[in-house]
């Protein structure tokens, strides 16, 4: 695990997660919208917008992380 430099300035701000939130709740609700047309496209009732807000979500956290690792210093 590195450490930041406390010499290099790169101390992350507030700013730089101000999106995470906003994509986190914009993926989600396009998952859900997809699923909900699917429902109606393929009368399978509410499972698969149950099955895209999963996927949404799941998908959602997985980028988040990732990107907070990133911008945090991580390896991955």
Do not use: C, H
Not at 6 to 33: D, E
Not at 63 to 69: F, M, Q
């Amino acid at each position: 695990m590195k450490t930041p430099d406390p010499g290099s300035g790169k101390t992350p701000g507030p700013m730089r997660y101000a999106g995470l939130g906003i994509q986190l709740a914009v993926t989600l609700l396009v998952f859900v919208l997809v699923g909900q047309w699917l429902d109606r496209k393929l009368g399978t009732g509410q499972i698969l917008t149950v099955v895209a807000a999963f996927v949404g979500f799941g998908g959602s956290m997985y980028s988040l992380i990732r990107s907070l690792n990133r911008k945090d210093g991580g390896d991955e």
